[in-house]
Nanobody
Framework: QVQLVESGGGLVQAGGSLRLSCAAS????????LGWFRQAPGKEREFVSG???????YYAESVKGRFTISRDNAKNTVYLQINSLKPEDTAVYYC????????????WGQGTQVTVSS
Protein backbone atom coordinates (compact mmCIF):
# COMPACT_ATOMS: atom_id res chain seq x y z
CA GLN A 1 0.00 0.00 0.00
CA VAL A 2 1.28 3.45 -0.93
CA GLN A 3 -0.17 6.77 0.16
CA LEU A 4 0.61 9.79 -1.97
CA VAL A 5 0.32 13.45 -1.01
CA GLU A 6 0.83 16.20 -3.56
CA SER A 7 1.87 19.76 -2.82
CA GLY A 8 3.23 22.81 -4.59
CA GLY A 9 0.23 23.90 -6.61
CA GLY A 10 -1.02 27.44 -6.68
CA LEU A 11 -1.88 30.49 -8.75
CA VAL A 12 0.81 31.66 -11.13
CA GLN A 13 1.00 34.00 -14.09
CA ALA A 14 1.54 32.69 -17.57
CA GLY A 15 5.22 32.20 -18.25
CA GLY A 16 5.96 31.37 -14.63
CA SER A 17 7.15 28.14 -13.05
CA LEU A 18 6.06 25.75 -10.36
CA ARG A 19 7.51 22.64 -8.81
CA LEU A 20 5.01 20.06 -7.70
CA SER A 21 5.99 17.48 -5.13
CA CYS A 22 4.45 14.16 -4.26
CA ALA A 23 5.49 12.51 -1.03
CA ALA A 24 4.89 8.80 -0.64
CA SER A 25 4.59 6.61 2.39
CA UNK A 26 6.03 3.14 2.59
CA UNK A 27 9.42 1.51 2.36
CA UNK A 28 9.09 0.25 -1.20
CA UNK A 29 8.98 3.60 -2.96
CA UNK A 30 12.01 2.82 -5.09
CA UNK A 31 10.28 -0.22 -6.60
CA UNK A 32 7.42 1.81 -8.07
CA UNK A 33 7.06 3.64 -11.31
CA LEU A 34 5.46 7.03 -10.77
CA GLY A 35 3.38 9.31 -12.88
CA TRP A 36 1.77 12.69 -13.02
CA PHE A 37 -1.67 13.24 -14.49
CA ARG A 38 -3.90 16.28 -14.73
CA GLN A 39 -7.56 17.02 -15.10
CA ALA A 40 -8.81 20.34 -16.38
CA PRO A 41 -12.38 21.54 -15.75
CA GLY A 42 -14.81 19.70 -18.00
CA LYS A 43 -12.12 17.42 -19.38
CA GLU A 44 -10.96 13.90 -18.77
CA ARG A 45 -7.88 13.16 -16.77
CA GLU A 46 -4.80 12.96 -18.98
CA PHE A 47 -1.31 11.57 -18.59
CA VAL A 48 1.44 14.16 -18.25
CA SER A 49 4.67 12.41 -17.36
CA GLY A 50 6.06 9.21 -15.88
CA UNK A 51 9.30 7.93 -14.43
CA UNK A 52 10.40 4.33 -14.10
CA UNK A 53 12.25 2.89 -11.13
CA UNK A 54 15.50 3.16 -13.11
CA UNK A 55 14.90 6.88 -13.62
CA UNK A 56 13.79 6.70 -17.23
CA UNK A 57 11.38 9.56 -17.85
CA TYR A 58 8.74 10.04 -20.50
CA TYR A 59 6.26 12.79 -21.31
CA ALA A 60 3.08 13.60 -23.14
CA GLU A 61 3.83 15.42 -26.36
CA SER A 62 1.96 18.49 -25.16
CA VAL A 63 4.39 19.10 -22.29
CA LYS A 64 7.72 18.01 -23.71
CA GLY A 65 10.36 20.65 -23.23
CA ARG A 66 8.48 22.44 -20.45
CA PHE A 67 7.90 19.73 -17.83
CA THR A 68 10.58 17.73 -16.05
CA ILE A 69 9.87 14.78 -13.81
CA SER A 70 12.36 13.54 -11.25
CA ARG A 71 12.42 11.33 -8.20
CA ASP A 72 14.36 11.22 -4.96
CA ASN A 73 14.13 7.72 -3.54
CA ALA A 74 15.87 8.76 -0.33
CA LYS A 75 13.04 11.22 0.32
CA ASN A 76 10.25 9.05 -1.11
CA THR A 77 9.31 11.97 -3.31
CA VAL A 78 8.60 12.56 -6.97
CA TYR A 79 8.69 16.03 -8.47
CA LEU A 80 7.26 17.75 -11.49
CA GLN A 81 9.01 20.93 -12.55
CA ILE A 82 6.75 23.01 -14.78
CA ASN A 83 8.20 25.91 -16.72
CA SER A 84 6.71 28.41 -19.16
CA LEU A 85 3.27 27.84 -17.75
CA LYS A 86 0.30 28.44 -20.03
CA PRO A 87 -3.34 29.05 -19.14
CA GLU A 88 -4.15 25.67 -20.67
CA ASP A 89 -2.00 24.04 -18.00
CA THR A 90 -4.67 24.96 -15.47
CA ALA A 91 -5.83 21.71 -13.89
CA VAL A 92 -5.74 19.54 -10.83
CA TYR A 93 -2.50 17.62 -10.93
CA TYR A 94 -2.37 14.11 -9.51
CA CYS A 95 0.53 11.82 -8.83
CA UNK A 96 0.15 8.09 -9.08
CA UNK A 97 2.18 4.95 -8.49
CA UNK A 98 2.27 1.54 -10.10
CA UNK A 99 4.46 -1.48 -9.93
CA UNK A 100 7.23 -0.98 -12.45
CA UNK A 101 6.18 -4.07 -14.41
CA UNK A 102 2.52 -3.06 -14.50
CA UNK A 103 0.67 -0.75 -16.87
CA UNK A 104 -2.00 0.19 -14.35
CA UNK A 105 -1.60 2.93 -11.78
CA UNK A 106 -3.00 1.51 -8.56
CA UNK A 107 -2.34 4.33 -6.12
CA TRP A 108 -3.39 7.94 -6.44
CA GLY A 109 -2.98 11.14 -4.50
CA GLN A 110 -5.72 13.67 -3.82
CA GLY A 111 -4.38 16.22 -6.27
CA THR A 112 -3.07 19.76 -6.16
CA GLN A 113 -4.61 22.68 -8.03
CA VAL A 114 -2.56 24.62 -10.55
CA THR A 115 -4.13 27.78 -11.92
CA VAL A 116 -2.40 29.84 -14.58
CA SER A 117 -3.60 33.35 -15.22
CA SER A 118 -3.11 35.06 -18.56
Amino acid sequence: QVQLVESGGGLVQAGGSLRLSCAASGRTFSTYALGWFRQAPGKEREFVSGIRRNGAAYYAESVKGRFTISRDNAKNTVYLQINSLKPEDTAVYYCAARWDWSTTYDYWGQGTQVTVSS
